[in-house]
């Protein structure tokens, strides 16, 4: 699938070898269970742990003849247990291991992805800091707004991806479940002891109540939490694009040494990153659609979600930690440019200021849309001209008539766009010194 692209923790998650030593785990703590019941002898027991081992290959190879994979593992391990294989996956069916295997594969999967997303966070509370008074302008629409810093940004980064990690901790505890009770949920050949006894050991919850699967909103809520969290990092990604753009050029990804951007243009330097990050999103989010697909099944079970499962939820998790590891990469290695952000703040005249001193006749007793209309005449004709904003109200006859030099002056002030950062750092970082640090 997509192991190049990963880190050797989630791969051998999803592992050949991982899947089926948790099968594995599950049958003897079953029959771990049963002997607890009297249905299978110590010494049965006993020996089954001795023996009991598989080979892939010969698993694979008789699963191209019986076309079923858990019947190949069965088959195996009964060729090396020998007569005392007749106790193994009594009263059982095989969603019971495939199920509960699954859910330990999942939640191992999530707590890289909790590890990833702690990294970011460190990353982006770190770069935060540093440029928590970088003044630049803040944009909306993709046009000059009001000033904001870079910090702002990227604190609003940060506390995205808090509530990343709030739905990722909801959704691991909904697929940290599992299953024992036979082919269609009502335990009638496997008493409930044998569930809670096995889930109970492998720190999973007995389903309340379950058919031959668990039902499958579990792992849609899981899928849609990593593509809220895949989209938001495309967020962060396409915003590091738009910046790096060379009309703007206010930050950009990392370009080392000896990289080229183009086989025709020497010159180039692309946010290729970035943009890997952002196409990836993509695919996350199809996965989650796959996945709400496969809730609705026929009756008690069948099987259209397996083969949907063995690709969206190795690739999904995979991918998500990989992208999670390069934007990690990419903030801390993010190149910030606070001479441009100040050069491209002045390149309207002033106009971020334009509320301000609308604000401003407004508390001098003018009507809003007479606040308004002045503000915005004198803006449009400073545009047209190329002046500053400044000088055509400090010339008009209707602001001199409210407004004093000194008082137009005030409404210049960029620091009063700045007053609360440190207020809002705190809240987003109540554990930092955040501290007044306002740079011009």
């Excluded at 606040?371 to 004709?381: E, G, K, L, T």
Aim: hydrophobic residues 40%; negative net charge.
């Amino acid at each position: 699938m997509i192991d190049r692209y990963s880190r050797p923790r989630m791969v051998r998650v999803w592992s050949p070898e991982n899947k089926v030593d948790q099968w594995l785990a599950i049958e003897l703590l079953a029959l771990e269970a049963l002997k607890e019941l009297g249905e299978v002898p110590e010494a049965s027991l006993r020996r089954i742990r001795e023996k009991a081992r598989y080979d892939l290959d010969r698993m694979n190879q008789i699963e191209q003849e019986v076309k079923h994979d858990v019947i190949a593992f069965l088959t195996n391990v009964g060729e090396y247990v020998g007569e005392d294989a007749r106790y193994l996956h009594y009263g059982m069916a095989s969603s019971d291991i495939l199920d509960t295997g699954l859910a330990l594969q999942l939640r191992e999967a999530a707590d890289l992805i909790l590890e990833g997303i702690a990294a970011l966070s460190r990353a982006l509370e770190e770069k935060a800091g540093e440029h928590q008074y970088t003044v630049m302008i803040g944009r909306t629409h993709g046009v000059h707004a009001e000033p904001i810093t870079f910090g702002l940004k990227l604190a609003g980064w940060y506390q995205e991806i808090q509530r990343s990690r709030e739905r990722l901790v909801r959704a691991r505890e909904g697929i940290c479940v599992g299953k024992i009770s036979g082919v269609v949920g009502t335990y009638a050949h496997i008493p409930p002891f044998v569930e809670g006894y096995v889930c109970q050991r492998l720190g999973l919850k007995p389903a309340p109540i379950s058919t031959q699967i668990l039902q499958r909103d579990r792992h849609a809520e899981l899928l849609m939490s990593l593509a809220i969290l895949a989209s938001s990092l495309e967020k962060f990604a396409l915003e590091i694009r738009h910046l790096q753009r060379t009309e703007v050029q206010e930050a950009e990804e990392l370009f080392g040494e000896g990289q080229k951007g183009s086989s025709a243009m020497p010159h180039k330097r692309n946010s290729i990153g970035a943009e890997q990050l952002c196409g990836l999103a993509r695919l996350i989010r199809s996965y989650a659609w796959a996945a709400l697909e496969d809730i609705p099944l026929w009756h008690e079970r069948d099987i259209s979600h397996s083969s949907v499962e063995r690709v969206i939820l190795p690739d999904s998790t995979i991918l998500t930690d990989y992208m999670l590891s390069k934007m990690t990469d990419l903030i801390a290695h993010l190149q910030v440019y606070p001479r441009r952000m100040q050069a491209n703040l002045q390149l309207t005249g002033g106009f971020h200021f334009s509320q301000g001193v609308m604000l401003a006749l407004i508390r001098k007793g003018l009507p809003r849309e007479e606040a308004y209309r002045i503000v915005q005449r004198q803006a449009m004709d400073a545009w047209m001209h190329g002046v500053e904003l400044k000088e055509l109200l400090a010339r008009s006859e209707e602001v001199q008539r409210h407004l004093t030099a000194e008082e137009l002056s005030a409404c210049f002030d960029p620091h009063n766009h700045l007053r609360h950062v440190e207020e809002i750092f705190q809240r987003v970082f109540p554990a930092r010194n955040c501290g007044p640090q306002v740079r011009d």
